[in-house]
């Protein structure tokens, strides 16, 4: 098992490299002069030279490369361009509640997203099962901003049950959660369908059916435990993404996250925050992408071997 997590970890390092250079091109490829932005949109060129060099936007791009990847790697990516505050300072305040609203989302939608996928699984081809087929198609297709405004309009401005956004209380993730949930949930349930119902038709189930068990056993004993497996799996992957994907949602709530800071980040053209903030996010997702890899050779050890 060592072998293989060394092994793993070792992958993980040109993949990092390849993200940062990649990350390091776009951001420099975005319209606009981000010293003209901070200097002043009246500012004489001189001024505008003077703060080039003191962000360290001078000199060929490799040059500045170099100089962001040797920083980074020692935890500094440098002074926010509207805040002149450390970046590590910026995204630190930023971090938790966009974790909480991940967690809380995550939470209620693997719970929502399981019970609907064996629901469906055992009440294959009847109502229920074309229900929650249903629903889930329903989650997937709805466009999270749409959704957001939509909650927003009937419990904020109608009801007046929920605030329209901000981050304190538990009332506050009620909204934000949901939206970010729903799509996962979708997955998860239609996801947990697939493998129940492929599980339910290996031998052993048959067997287990054939000498009486009774159904609640053969459901959760025999067949809901080896569904769960790649389900696991799916659950991670499914985590990363909201971690990442929760941009649109923080900014329809104006939820106080790394999404919106990365939306303000990108209309000031704040490159430091940019890269630090894109690559965090794919740091993450591999980060937890190995973590699943490692979990899933846990349950399965001919993975190690391959």
């Not at 509640?97 to 009440?123: D, E, H």
């Not at 629903?135 to 929920?162: E, N």
């Not at 901000?166 to 909204?175: I, K, L, Q």
């Amino acid at each position: 098992m060592l072998e293989y997590l060394v092994k793993r970890l070792l992958g993980i390092i040109p993949v990092i490299f390849a993200i940062s250079v990649v990350v390091f091109a776009f951001v420099h490829l975005l319209p606009g002069d981000p010293a003209r932005l901070v200097a002043g949109m009246d500012a004489s060129l001189e001024d505008v030279a003077a703060v080039r060099k003191s962000l360290g936007l001078e000199g060929p791009l490799w040059q500045q490369y170099l100089h962001f990847a040797c920083n980074a790697l020692t935890g500094d990516f440098g002074i926010s361009l509207k805040t002149r505050r450390p970046v590590i300072t910026e995204i630190g305040e930023r971090l938790m509640p966009t974790v909480w609203l991940t967690v809380f989302a995550m939470i209620w939608a693997t719970i929502f997203g399981l019970l609907i996928g064996v629901l469906s699984a055992v009440k294959r081809g009847r109502w229920q099962d074309y229900g929650g087929m249903i629903v889930a198609v329903s989650g997937i297709s709805f466009p999270s901003f749409w959704l957001g405004l939509l909650l927003i309009d009937l419990f904020s401005v109608r009801l007046g049950w929920l605030p329209t956004g901000g981050y304190g209380t538990w009332a506050h993730f009620v909204m934000p959660s949901f939206t970010l949930g729903l799509g996962v949930a979708a997955v998860m349930a239609r996801f947990t369908r697939s493998a129940f119902v492929e599980i339910a038709r290996e031998d052993y189930v048959r067997t287990a059916r054939a000498k009486g068990v009774p159904e609640k056993f053969v459901i959760w004993k025999h067949t809901l435990r080896n569904a769960l497996v790649p389900v696991i799996t799916m659950t991670g992957l499914q985590f990363g993404f909201l971690l990442g994907g929760s941009i649109v949602v923080e900014t329809v709530f104006s939820w106080p996250g790394l999404g919106r800071l990365l939306v303000d980040s990108v209309s000031y053209r704040d490159y430091p925050v940019i890269q630090a903030e894109i690559l965090l996010f794919s740091i993450e997702f591999i980060l937890i992408n190995l973590m699943v890899d490692v979990l899933y050779a846990f349950a399965n050890p001919e993975i190690r071997y391959k």
